[in-house]
């Protein structure tokens, strides 16, 4: 700037306005508020010059020099000049000279971006971090020490999101204690699914949201930890997405007499958990409990069964379903890059539309039955930091949300079947419940 009014000095020129847009490239594309005022200004005629320190500062794009050139000529505006070049764009010379400088620049641009693309490249193969202003959360400025007390959160995280908690749920309670995201702001959905599905908290190098191999920091979760968090979000993706809870127990009671679901009742008086007849439901409609009780009964049979050794034994077995469910993905992966490659045949011609149709429906049944099993499979991971913390969680029981509640109950209870009660009983008999353990 401090050129540019020197240049308007040596040639007696009158500064009649200044146009900044600072740190905004013009070769990205950005909006450039200033720019555009100088446009608008030479268009009606409030300017005849216009003093430059670089021609890439103008425009550095050939068609946007073609319409600043364009508009110049129609306003009559003849005199731009720069600091580093002269150019009189009144003749074809300057005009060619500004095209040829403009031309440079977009090369040049090109050349710095590919510059810097082969280096982002380099620095994700060695595994180190790449350049930006912000931390990752979890990590110190240097972006590869841990942060202890970050990571600790990440793993809490990491395993309430396992246990059935929605990113939701857990953002209200981040933001609830405090704790800001590394920009300072309150958490969001998406910045913590960012989080928590990132290979960086599992010790892995990402470029362009691929794994490139591991990295030079420590890990903070392992890497099954990482691909469960991934399955959970998946499953979640395909089974669609729910209105939030009001009722503890929604799908977890059957009606003692047909073995129905239970659903929760609309009714304002008082909370309660009711067998449906009717075309919807399909009960038999002669069953009903109250709420409260139910789920106080349920919560603290749910807590106790989490102390108990049937449930350590029983979690031993639970492994395995994590396998089948690291199993049936691999299984639909394989499926997904076979369907892919039955449509490049296809497309190819190499086999006809008929062909393609009967080779495409077992294994699209194969996909629908594996994503049906996956929504359903319950995997290890669920009772990650509950086992044997059933005292614990009793003391704070009141103070967890619904959700977290209900995902915990999730977590060890398959459902709890409801028995016919005695007409006019005041309190619940606990001799009505039956729950059915899912460990
Ligand atoms: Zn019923």
Redesign the pocket.
């Known amino acids: 700037m401090e050129d540019c009014r020197k240049l308007a000095a040596e040639r007696g020129w009158t500064v009649g306005e200044e146009y900044v847009d600072n740190d905004l490239s013009a070769f990205k594309g950005n909006a450039r508020p200033e720019y555009q005022r100088m446009l608008g200004d030479l268009a009606s005629g409030h300017r005849d010059g216009v003093l430059i320190y670089n021609l890439d500062r103008l425009t550095r794009q050939p068609m946007e020099l073609e319409q600043f050139v364009q508009l110049c000529e129609r306003a009559g505006v003849s005199q731009v000049a720069t600091v580093t070049a002269d150019i009189d764009m009144g003749n074809d010379d300057g005009l060619f000279m500004a095209r040829l400088l403009a031309a440079f620049a977009a090369k040049e641009s090109a050349r710095k971006s590919a510059r810097i693309k082969r280096k982002a490249l380099q620095l994700a193969e060695q595994g180190k971090p790449h350049g930006g202003p912000l931390r990752p959360f979890g990590f110190e400025d240097d972006k590869v020490s841990v942060r202890s007390d970050e990571a600790e959160l990440i793993r809490t995280l990491v395993a309430r999101f396992l246990a059935g908690e929605s990113a939701r749920s857990l953002c209200t309670w981040l933001n609830e204690e405090g704790i800001a995201t590394v920009a300072g702001g309150p958490w969001m959905t998406t910045t913590l699914r960012q989080v928590l599905r990132s290979g960086r908290i599992a010790g892995l190098r990402e470029h362009k949201g691929e794994i490139v191999g591991p990295a030079v920091w420590e890990a903070i979760i392992t890497p099954e930890q990482r691909q469960q968090v991934l399955n959970r979000m998946e499953a979640k993706r395909v089974s669609g997405t729910r209105s939030p809870r009001r009722y503890l127990l929604s799908g977890l009671l059957r009606?003692?007499?047909?073995?129905?679901r239970?659903f929760s009742s609309l009714r304002v008086d008082t909370r309660r958990y009711v067998?449906h007849?009717g075309p919807d439901h399909g009960?038999?409609?002669?069953?009903t409990i109250v709420a409260g009780p139910v789920e106080e009964w349920i919560s603290a049979a749910v807590l106790h069964r989490l102390d108990t050794p049937e449930l350590a034994d029983a979690l031993a077995g639970r492994r395995a379903a994590d396998e089948r469910q690291n199993e049936l993905w691999a299984a639909l992966e394989a499926d997904k890059d076979l369907l892919q490659e039955f449509a490049l045949m296809a497309s190819s011609r190499a086999i006809g539309i008929a062909e393609w149709k009967t080779a495409r429906e077992p294994v699209e049944a194969r996909i629908r039955r594996a994503e049906q099993q996956l929504a359903h499979l319950s995997g290890t991971s669920q009772l990650e930091g509950l086992v044997g913390a059933g005292r614990e969680l009793r003391e704070r029981w009141d103070g967890l949300n619904l959700e977290r509640q209900a995902a915990i109950v999730k977590a060890v209870l398959d459902y709890a079947t409801v028995g016919p009660g005695t007409r006019g009983a005041r309190s619940l008999d606990p001799s009505r419940l039956i729950p059915t353990w899912r460990l």
């Open positions: 009606c003692g007499r047909c073995g129905n239970l067998c007849s009960g038999c409609g002669r069953l």
